[in-house]
């Protein structure tokens, strides 16, 4: 099993330029979620999906669109960059909650470094 | 205003001693909270976790106490290894946003040979 994996690594934008980011799981989990981390900030929620076709605004959502058209994947679209939005980007995943302890358990995938100039 | 914080942004301990980080939250709603550790470019994995009807949590070297009539959790790895060396981020959850973690802003962790 690959677990959670993002695409791509780096990236380099322009101010106004978009892009997406794509994150897959292959552990059938039902729950998605986008972070970002800064320095000295921890890891903030973006956006996240209890589901195919759900998406939910987390805490710093503006800017920033998502997509879950299948279960595996969750993508996370910058439509017009700013330099505010230069971060790494993680993805994760997790079977969701329903009061047992392991269930709480998030998968994260690798991350994804963007630079916005 | 952050809901869990790591008030210590580094700590260094010798190889075999004990290593204690902690962590304070102020919402007393949530039912889970869980540790999980970062190397530089790779993404946080799971360490440890204890459910708020717990104290305490064991894990190998990993432990994990929780005291909830001062709202403060703490992880205690014994003996520290070199390769325990990383960033150690608390969480809380569920969240407001019914499924997510909330973060602290993490504790860089380094173990000296």
């Known amino acids: 099993n690959a677990g959670v994996t993002q695409t791509p690594k780096f990236r380099v934008l322009k101010t106004g330029q978009s892009m997406t980011l794509l994150c897959a799981q292959d552990m059938n989990h039902e729950y998605m979620y986008w972070y970002r981390q800064d320095p000295g900030m921890g890891l903030r929620l973006i956006h996240y999906?209890?589901?195919?076709?759900?998406?939910a605004k987390g805490e710093v959502p503006d800017g920033y669109n998502v997509s879950r058209l299948k279960k595996q994947n969750f993508l996370l679209g910058l439509e017009s960059a700013a330099p505010s939005q230069t971060s790494v980007y993680f993805c994760?995943?997790?079977?969701?909650?329903?009061?047992?302890?392991?269930?709480?358990?998030?998968?994260f995938g690798p991350g994804t470094r963007l630079t916005v100039l | 205003d952050q809901q869990v914080k790591q008030n210590s942004p580094s700590l260094s301990v010798q190889e075999g001693r004990i290593s204690i980080l902690n962590c304070d939250y102020t919402n007393s709603m949530f039912d889970y909270f869980l540790w999980y550790k970062k190397y530089p470019a790779e993404g946080p994995t799971f360490l440890i976790s204890i459910s708020s009807i717990k104290d305490k949590n064991e894990d190998g070297r990993f432990t994990v106490f929780l005291n909830k009539s001062a709202k403060h959790l703490s992880l205690h790895i014994v003996p520290s290894q070199p390769g325990d060396s990383a960033v150690y981020f608390c969480a809380e959850g569920p969240s407001a946003s019914g499924y997510a973690l909330n973060f602290g802003k993490g504790t860089s962790l380094l173990v000296t040979p």
């Open positions: 994760a995943s997790s079977y969701g909650w329903d009061g047992t302890e392991a269930y709480n358990e998030q998968f």
């Open positions: 999906s209890v589901g195919e076709g759900t998406t």
